[in-house]
């Protein structure tokens, strides 16, 4: 029951790391800003590219445990 929980809150996180990664407009414009620095917007898109790589590998690994159980 405790996987499963996790597996919903990981998804969730998930859609949502991967909707702010908007094609071609940059983070800045999805919070409405644009005038912030481009090392502070790289640095944040950079960091949602991370934490989407590290939900995808749990999840992914959450999803074989559950299969196992």
């Not at 090392?39 to 992914?60: D, I, P, W």
């Amino acid at each position: 029951m405790i996987l499963q929980i996790i597996e919903i809150i990981i998804a969730v996180l998930l859609i949502g790391v991967i909707l702010l990664q908007m094609q071609g407009s940059g983070l800045s414009a999805s919070f409405g800003g644009s005038g912030e620095s481009f090392r502070s917007r790289r640095s944040a898109e950079k960091f949602l590219v991370y934490a989407t790589v590290l939900l995808t590998v749990v999840f992914g690994f959450v999803s074989i445990l559950l299969l196992i159980r």
